[in-house]
């Protein structure tokens, strides 16, 4: 559609951009397939062995409070043996085994989409036309009605039964019918005006082909509550009725989320479902007056609703909701003035961000049973389906209001208000599903879902300022290719924030807070070697680089900082009006180019302060070559930001202006300071890591903790945050300095230099810098594909956990005395039993071979001790090297005993082997004295666990232990 379509009464057609009906089926559908399989897998765990129970407990999780940080934190930092422990204990669901709900439902619902047209005209409730009208003349007036209008006639039905003066249309877009109520009928010849305005109305169904999204929206909704709702149902009060019978409360934020949430997303559905249907009402009821249909003849009629009062009304407006056809006040006042079909409406925008969360917790729950095989692409995958949800229907949205008020010269709606309803959204389905609550009803950290509420603003207003920006630069022109670039870049966007709002971002509100000085050791651990820089910068380092590290870890995050931008380029360069150059777009090429230079002289000072430094050659690796990455960083940020300050001063289409500003200064930045690093030694003051000249690639020279790759990936990222921040304080200055400045609708006044040469350059760098930017994205896609790629588990490492353990902490939960009990027992129940009975059988073979060769208070060393006791040595290293891998202890007392075990034994069980290698007495005897101080530690842990369980006839001492999971390594 181009925004001149046939106009209705306010001069704008209302179909412009699309209805939006069928983005509001997609939210339907996209919601109602995800809960599906999510749903429907504690239906389908509950019919097989294997639980997870004894896994969390031996990691030190609080199953009274699963969700929380504590929990998560034991979990995760122990993922070397809580991954194998699951993979063993509580296998995953296979593969088609998850997706058999979403599949059933979506092949149920094509089934009920087929049959129910013809259930819907079985006999006696619906017959022929031709069997009833004798004359024919209801048909001929029929097929006169749909002459022009629509390109097929519908078949045609009577309901003979039904004596009201109504008609429904039904069936697919290919295959329309149309029932005429026997009332309707009747009226044929004693009323042919409501006759022809309801015949109209229904055609106008037709003609707007809505039917087969009826249709699909009614058999989904059905197949949903027959094949997952119920089930679920019975499954979740099962549940309830053995924790009840175990003595346990129905009342726990755990066991109550089940309930609420699916009630939430059942009330969700059936909203934008009755959203979907009213819909159509409306734009059918305005293509029959198009048809000159006498609609208000009907209406009159009709019974108002205006004389309810008091609670009534309330009820009557909560039950509007869910309403599939509106009121006829509303089709009346739609029909007199179309403006509330371009609203923005608040409720929509909560409902886009509910179901936008929603959609989100279900899929997660699709890829829990395969977490360890989880990877960056698949995680981004997940954070991409809500995404959609929001940029269609957001975009839609905001594109007809914002056209609408660009043709009439109204005031174009900014955006914020519907931000703010969208983020309330977005927050209040995150807090239902319990995704930042930890488990809980209630998030640590309220203020932390800021984020969330700017992130939606950021976004919304990002979107009606594209849509100014097209509307201003193509008037009279098609804007469905403007509208594509933005939904696709609005996509990218959000499935880059939803994924690292998900598995990162989220964590800030459960309560997670940086240890400075473990943040600070694991910066040194990230970037090794010799080398620092004064005056020393790592200890702000570490509280930035821990943010910057995880949001460049996102799959998409290059690809989404370059299209917020980039995409902007080609439409503004290529369709200034009246062929001239419009002063926000100089003006931001302009600030564009003196960041970019002020970048590149800025890289060049940290060089010169850098050399001025006088660092031996030694000294050069380490964290002084990671600060001299980082000092540049900072220059094209500083280059990106003044860039956007001096563009966000345009006359109009600030935002804009700013991103295409700090966009391309951070482009051209980089690619100063890319060849500045790779001559580094041949510009003589300004050399820093090398004293000949050669051309050494900037990627080689720092890619020591993948320090190249974190310097463009956050250039790039920090690019339109800078933008959007400094556009949103200077507006913030503007409206508190009580400047608003004078309305535009535009670009604001057209000047510049007539359409020649200019205008084509113009659109040839526009596409050109956008070419390059995609290109420098595309490309660090490729090179971070195998990073990306590898899972969860081959991820893990010893040096990960350790790192994480460090930097996150692994914090012992206060629990109470039984479920200490619970943990310790399946500790030893899953392997720390075997690792024990192993470590005290060698201890006490090693013991007794030292006794017999005690002689006169001394040990006596001789070949035949040696070559008895090597391999006691070597088994106990084996059993203190489990120590890092298995589960620490739950009870503080015992871990410190067992951690003393595992340093202990680890170390001297070498020694030993080494020094009976070397027939050394010495360093023999040396080496079983601090084994024996392993086999005390040992046996004071297997002292203290007995001490816990205090029940030597349970179970879990009698039979063969359990070796402890294989971690893979």
Known sequence: MTTTAGRSSDGLDERVLGAGTNARFALLLVLLVAASGSMLLPVLTSFRAGSSTGCLLAAGADLDRLGTLGSTLRTTGQSLAYLPCIARDDPPLPWWQILLGPAAVLLLATAVAAVLPRWKQRGGRCVELALVDRTGAVEARVRDLAAGRVDQVPALFVAPVVFTRSGTVFGGNRRPRLRLNAGLVACRDTDPDAFDAIVLHELAHVANRDLTVTGATVALWRSFLTLVLCPYVLITFWKGARLVARGGSLFTADYSRQVVLPMVTVLVISVVRAEVLRSRELHADLTARRWRAPLEHVWATMPARDDLRGVRRRVDGALELVRTHPRW????????????????????????????????????????????????????????????????????????????????????????????????????GSVLNGHTTGGLWLPARWGALGLVMAAAVGFTCWTTQCARLAATVRPGRSLRLPLA???????????????????????????????????????????????TVRPDTSALMAQVLPVLREAVRVPLVPLAAVASWAVLLPVWAAGPPAGRVPPSLRRALGAALGGGALAVLCVGAVQAWLHHLDVGADRRGGLYAFSYAIWCLAAIVLGAAVAAAVAARAPALRLPAALVAAGTATLLGIGGTVLLISADGCLGPLSVLNDSCAWRPAWRQLQGGLTFHLVIHAALLLAPVTALLITALAALARRTAGRRGPHHVGSGPVTGLPSTRRPRLLSAFGHGTCAVALATAAVLLVADAHDQLRSHAQAVTPTTQAQFQRSMGLPTLPVSPGMRWRQVHAWYRVGGRYLIEHALADGTALVKALTEARRDERIEVTPALMAKVRPLCTSLGNAAGWEPYYFQVPDPAAQALWHRFGVTALAAGPRCAEAVDRSDSAAFLTSLADLLKAVRAVRDVSGRVGQILDNPKDRVFTGPPLAPPQPRL
């Open 485 to 531: 670039l933005v939904l696709v870049a609005g996509w990218l966007v959000l499935s880059a924030w939803f994924t690292w709002w998900d598995y990162y971002g989220a964590l800030f509100v459960h309560g997670v807070r940086y240890d400075g000085v473990a943040a600070r050791q694991a910066v040194v651990h990230w970037f090794p070697g010799a080398g």
């Open 329 to 428: 006040e509303v089709r009346r006042d739609a029909l007199a003035d179309p403006a509330p079909l371009f609203e923005v409406r608040a409720l929509l925008m909560f409902l886009i961000g509910v179901i936008a969360a929603l959609t989100n917790y279900h899929l997660m729950w699709h890829f829990v049973p395969h977490m360890a095989m989880m990877n960056g692409w698949l995680y981004q995958t997940v954070g991409a389906a809500p995404a959609a949800v929001v940029a269609a229907s957001t975009a839609l949205l905001l594109w007809r209001a914002v056209v609408r008020a660009t043709v009439l010269g109204l005031r174009p709606p900014t955006g914020v208000r519907s931000g703010l309803w969208l983020g309330a959204g977005l927050v209040a």
